[in-house]
């Protein structure tokens, strides 16, 4: 057991899909793999562990934001083994091209988080994805003629924010979608040495204003949870 999950030696697979919801995480596990047993409930942040065409998959979720999600991504890959990580996640569209229910590779992670000043003082340090789980995802979206987006995604600290027009400058350098963990997913990753690519569906968008309901979010992304089952 680490301090915030009670999973057993041996119970987490060496690749782990991490929706922030676990809503969504029991959801993903249920209807995706074989005889899923649930490893862990503390703080009701639940995780899973099932089989998907003979290969061992763990399903955890992470919470809302990095601070959240960096404990899990830490514990995971310290405490018990992790070599994949793979963000399955919501975001909000910057772009008029990126739809609703678009799927975005995250190919940077920018952020408004502080998480890595502290690392890196007066620097900028860019966290990025594995390139193999990014290639991987994306030759197998195209085989099965999955349209897809890629790029930098930024990673916010904040939901609410006070100006809603702030997006406007992130969108003029490119950035696709804002989401809340990329950022802190890709630090750790590269801390550690191990493998972690973000998979994201848009489920809003900051351009037109359109936006999917909760139980949408977490019941129906499935192109974005078999594009990750089949990425490692």
């Given amino acids: 057991m680490s301090t915030h999950i009670e999973a057993k030696p041996g119970e987490i697979a060496e690749t782990v899909l991490m929706p922030g919801d676990p809503l969504r995480a029991k959801w993903i596990a249920e209807t995706f793999l074989q005889d899923p047993f649930c490893y862990n409930n503390v703080r009701g942040m639940l995780g899973y562990t099932g089989i998907f065409e003979g290969k061992r998959i763990s399903v955890q979720g992470s919470g809302m934001g990095i601070p959240s999600a960096m404990i899990y991504y830490h514990e995971l890959i310290k405490d018990y083994g992790v070599k994949n990580i793979i963000r399955v996640g ?73 100006d809603p027009n702030d997006y406007r400058l992130w969108a003029n350098y490119g950035v696709l979608c804002v989401e809340m963990e990329a950022a802190g997913l890709y630090t750790v990753a590269a801390k550690y040495d191990i493998r972690a690519l973000a998979i994201l569906t848009i489920s809003d968008s900051l351009v037109t204003g359109q936006h999917t309901s909760s139980e949408e979010r977490e019941s129906t992304f499935r192109e974005m949870i078999d594009i990750a089952l089949h990425t490692t």
């Fill in 90 to 162: 919501s975001a909000g569209s910057y772009q008029k091209d990126v739809k609703i229910r678009d799927i975005v590779l995250a190919m940077a992670a920018s952020t408004t988080s502080g998480i890595n000043n502290a690392r890196f003082v007066n620097c900028d340090y860019s966290p990025t994805a594995s390139f193999e789980l990014l290639l991987a995802a994306a030759s197998y979206a195209k085989q099965r003629g999955i349209d897809i987006k890629a790029g930098n995604v930024l990673s916010a600290d904040e939901f609410y924010e006070d």
